[in-house]
């Protein structure tokens, strides 16, 4: 987890999950990890600037995504939300997914862009119709919040699966929440363990105290069956997919 502290614009926002009758649970969700979607082979090498401006100036999708994330964080340029949300967005005009997730971050925090959070969701959900697990995690919370969408606790849990398929950790914990809590699904025990044991391997404490929490009201065969799913579980590869503009 990048810190709070950093060149990106790293937001923390609280979901509160709150089944009826239950104590709220408060869920630390990350909007905008620029870092994590930086896709310069050599971090550590100088970046060259006028090579990569010319390129962008060009039409290249990547180039324009770098440009744009080294603006966004502040990286061998001024930092600058206005030019990172124009170079995400001659990016993301060309579907690349990446600047279409970042585009969307920024709609959804209003930094270089008026906030608009219908825009955001039209990003998310392009990025994510070609397989970004940030961005199926970010429409999911949309879903929840009923922010830029109309709250769907079905459409949620869809992209909140997609994501943890692919090894996302804070989808991971709000799938196996709600597998826990039976909220918009079927309460599961199994799959509650297994979901809420893969976000805990990831670092999410919260996680881990529900999922000890859940442990004490499991059969011996309810156990041994989660941490088995738990114990054999492999992201999935997502092709990506044309997204429908």
Do not use: C
């Not at 279409?100 to 219908?118: I, M, T």
Request: no cysteine; net charge neutral.
């Amino acid at each position: 987890m990048q810190n709070a502290n950093s060149g990106s614009i790293l937001t923390k926002v609280l979901i509160s999950l709150v089944a009826a009758g239950a104590v709220a649970l408060l869920v630390g969700r990350w909007v905008a990890t620029r870092e994590a979607h930086l896709v310069i082979s050599e971090p550590a090498k100088a970046v060259d600037i006028a090579t990569m401006q010319a390129e962008a100036e060009r039409g290249e999708a990547t180039a324009q995504f770098n440009l744009g994330s080294l603006y966004a964080r502040g990286l061998a340029v001024t930092q600058s939300y206005t030019l990172a949300a124009k170079w995400y967005r001659l990016a993301a005009d060309q579907g690349q997914a990446a600047a279409e997730l970042a585009l969307g971050e920024l709609y959804e925090v209003g930094q270089g862009v008026k906030r608009d959070e219908s825009e955001a969701a039209k990003w998310y959900h392009l990025a994510a119709e070609q397989g970004n697990p940030g961005a199926q995690y970010s429409l999911a919370a949309l879903y929840v919040l009923g922010k830029g969408v109309t709250a769907d606790a079905a459409e949620a849990i869809k992209w909140y699966r997609l994501a943890a398929d692919q090894g996302d950790a804070l989808a991971q914990f709000n799938l196996g929440m709600r597998y826990h809590e039976g909220r918009g699904i079927a309460a599961e025990p199994v799959q509650a363990y297994q979901w809420l044991s893969l976000a805990a391997a990831q670092g999410i404490t919260d996680a881990a105290q529900a999922r000890d929490a859940l442990k004490g009201t499991m059969t011996r065969d309810q156990l041994a069956e989660g941490q088995r799913r738990a114990s054999t579980f492999t992201p999935k590869k997502i092709s990506a997919k044309t997204p429908s503009r």
